[in-house]
Structures are given as C-alpha cells and as structure tokens.
C-alpha cells in the first residue's frame, strides 16, 4: 500500500482511491508564454513518478494537466497585464502564436526527459463557458461579488480559507496589498474573472461585459469537467500552495460544500548554486540550454531522482557533471549484465525487489531506490539483475535500455579538445567560473561533454 505526503493534512497517508482501482489526478501545467525551465521541469517529474508508482501499484490513471494560455497575470494579487499578453506585445506575435510555439517545445522537453503525457490536455481558452458558469454558481451563492474591473471571491465568506498554506484569514487580510485595488471587500480577495478593456486582445462575452477569466477559475473549472465534484489527487510545486492552490480550494468548497481532492501533493523548488533561480540572474536553465553543454535531459532527470520531491534540490553544473558519470557508469554495468548468461538466486532478486517497492511505497523515496538498484548492480553479473533493473526502469524512467555503445568505445581527443580542456582546468583552479563555463559551451560545439569527476576532469564525445 502506498503511502504519499498530503499538504492539507500535513502527514503521511495511505493511499485509497475515491473509485476502485482508478486514480483520478489533476496537476497544474505550464503558463505557456516562454521556456519551461529547469525548476519548472522538476516538477513535471515529479508529477510523472507519482503516475509512475501509481500505475506499478495496479491503479489505471486519468489525469488532467492544464495548459494556461489566459488569465495569468504578472503577479499572483491580480494585478499587472496577462502574462501571455505581455510576451504576445514582446515578441510581436499573436497570444495564439505564443501559446502554439510555447505549448509544442515543453510537450518536446517533457518527451526527452520520459515524462508521460497525462491522459487529458486541457487549454484554458477552450474552456471559458465552463469557468462563466462556474463564476456564475458562486454569485448564485453569495461567494463573489462584482467591481468596476471585474468579479472576486470574498474569502470572508468562506471560514476554511487557508486550510493548506496553514494562513488564517486574517493572516491573508493583513499580508496582501492593500493598494492593489480598493473596491475589493478584502484586500486579499481574488479575481475570478476581469473585465477586458475594448482593446485587450484576449476577451470573451460573459454575463458582466466582456472579460477574460482569472488564472484560479480555470482549475477549479477543468478539474470539476473532466474528474468530478471530488477527485483524488492534485499535484504542483510549492510555490502554488499559498495562494493558487489555496484559492482553488476555496472556490471548490464554497461550491460543493465538501473537500473536492483528497491528497494534495507538492515538489519542493529548485535552488541554482544555492540561490533563488531568476531571469535577471542569468540562471533560469532550459533543457536545450543543458543540451548545448552536451548533457543528455535523463542526465538532468537521474540528477532530480537523486533528491526527494519534499527537499530543496541545488543545481549546479559540477553536481550535474557528476550525475551525468554516474548515469553512463550505470549503463556500462547494466550493459555487463545483459551480456551475461550467469543466473542470480530467487532470493536475492525478491530481496531487492522488496525493498525497492517499499521505497516507492514510502511516499516516493526514489533516493533511497536509486540506490537499490546501484546496490543491484554490484552483484555478480546475471541477466536477471539487467531484467530486474528494467522492472525499476518502469517507476525510474531512464531509459535503461538504450544502447551503451556510444558510451563505452574508445576514442582519441582532437587536440584542439585537449587545448580547451586545460585552458578550462585552469580557469577552474583560478576560479574564474564565467570562463570555465565559456570553455565548456565551446567543447560541447566540437561535440564533447565535460565532467568534473572525484578521479578528475573526464572528457567523453556527445551521444548523437
């Protein structure tokens, strides 16, 4: 029986279906205006272990991930212009265009890195009469109420409002902007829906003017479509928690009258050298940015496996480096494995079998399973471990069984290689990282990778 971290109730918990045998699982997807980048991307596989480890537990799944494309603005108080309007003014192209071209590169990423796509993809612009409908229940019911700019919900009116994030009502009240907008009844009161100006780009017809929906609404509406008044899980990073998350909850409930998702699941963020990732920082990595240094995307997933979804994980490129190694070692072991006509006893594969189950099963340890198969690896060359590592590759998702040939064949580095090679040893050795990374960028086009071992700077050609 498998056991996951629910944030509402702030405890481990036994899973139990709300319908026998089926998950139904809603997680929130990418504001497609730009690049998913790498801290985003962590939470996608994430969201992919959990179905994963659900379908190897028997379950069949139907999830929903949502695709943003209106009502997101710049920030979480509702104020500032829509975030696809604002790259639609940026890159001179239609919020459609921005939509279609940003949507095609994360389904792209998600592929390369073994993500697989939940069962229903749901864009927010196909689903505008389902979320007037629902901001129309709420009015119906006393929870929301309209201004000059638009409709909001009275988080007064509903005493569990932040149930999740663990924030009283008052907490909320007094930590939002009071400035923001002065018609609101509270100032942390929250848009359901806005009403457009005659030139805004994106808007549709609804029972107060022309407008365009919150970003909140639109999970709450899909979810409700496609899973039901009540639904068994939501996952999303923390950064959702106390605000997105939270508004969700109170415009379900408000709703229903009861709790509309039973476990709420989040990842953790992800740190850049031990600081917040930014644009302005120059740190907010995409997968193509990694694979332009001349690492593979399961490189950046085998690094995500190595730390628990509940933890903060720190990217750097030396801790990458040596997640790449250890990735390619694993592959030439298993490719020892699989050439092997030796037999392992019976016991010694329920052994390991056991515990990296009861890893999963204990809310997704997949560190401690990560090294279980590491632990597999290490016995006596038999095909039934290379099997048996397939096995763990259907929770895992690494590809176990690509081919290893790329990695394991000799070859002699040019000498230009060699040059950029010591050129960037001592840049490191003085510390000059900007440098050191310029050399890396320019041996990744020659078409070679870098890795900083413990034994040493290693240097292998780019699996094409």
């Known amino acids: 029986m498998i056991k996951l971290y629910n944030t509402l109730t702030r405890k481990k918990q036994e899973f139990s279906p709300v319908k026998d045998g089926w998950v139904s699982m809603y997680s929130c997807g990418p504001t497609v205006y730009n690049y998913a980048h790498i801290g985003n991307l962590r939470t996608y596989i994430f969201m992919d272990l959990i179905r994963r480890a659900l379908k190897s537990e028997g379950y069949k799944l139907k999830g929903v991930l949502n695709i943003t494309d209106v009502g997101h603005l710049m920030a979480d108080s509702d104020d500032g212009e829509d975030k696809m309007l604002k790259a639609s003014r940026e890159q001179q192209k ?125 999970c709450s509406a899909m979810s409700r479509k496609y899973l039901g008044k009540v639904f068994d899980i939501h996952s999303g990073g923390v950064d959702h928690i106390p605000i997105h998350h939270e508004n969700e909850i109170a415009q379900n409930e408000a709703l229903t009258g009861k709790r509309t998702v039973n476990y709420w699941l989040h990842g953790e963020f992800m740190l850049v050298d031990g600081g917040k990732m930014s644009k302005s920082l120059g740190n907010t990595y995409t997968i193509k940015d990694l694979e332009e240094r001349g ?64 890893a999963i099963q204990d809310d997704l340890n997949v560190p401690l399973a990560l090294g279980i198969l590491f632990t597999a690896i290490k016995e006596s060359k038999s095909q039934d471990i290379y099997t048996l590592a397939l096995e763990f590759d259907k929770i895992l998702g690494l590809s176990l069984t690509s081919d290893t040939s790329a990695i394991t064949e000799s070859f002699v580095l040019p000498a230009q290689v060699e040059i950029l090679v010591a050129e960037r040893t001592t840049a490191k050795k003085n510390r000059d990282f900007a440098l050191a990374d310029s050399l890396r960028e320019e041996i990744a086009r020659l078409g070679y990778a870098v890795a900083d071992t413990k034994d040493g700077t290693r240097v292998t050609p780019l699996q094409k």
Not at 126 to 148: C, F, N, Q, R
Not at 313 to 342: G, I, P, W, Y
């Open 94 to 218: 239609t919020p459609w265009q921005i939509a279609n071209h940003y949507s095609n590169v994360f389904f792209e990423d998600i592929k390369k890195l073994n993500i697989s796509k939940p069962e229903i993809i749901a864009k927010a612009t196909d689903h505008i009469p389902e979320m007037i409908e629902y901001v129309v229940e709420l009015v119906e019911k006393g929870y929301a109420y309209e201004t000059s700019d638009g409709i909001y919900f009275d988080i007064s009116k509903f005493p569990g409002y932040g149930s999740l994030s663990g924030a009283s009502i008052e907490d909320n009240i007094a930590g939002a902007r009071v400035e923001v907008n002065s018609e609101k009844r509270n100032p942390a009161d929250f848009a359901l829906w806005k009403k457009a100006e005659p030139l805004h780009i994106m808007q549709w017809d609804s029972p107060w003017g022309k407008g365009y929906p919150g970003w909140h609404i639109e």
């Open 295 to 358: 690492y593979s995307p399961l490189d950046f997933r085998f690094f995500c496996l190595n730390t628990h979804y509940r933890k903060k994980l720190n990217f750097t490129f030396t801790a990458l480096d040596s997640a790449k190694v250890s990735r390619e070692r694993l592959m030439q072991q298993l490719a020892s494995h699989k050439a092997s006509t030796q037999k392992t006893s019976p016991e010694i594969l329920d052994g390991l079998r056991s515990s990296f189950v009861a």
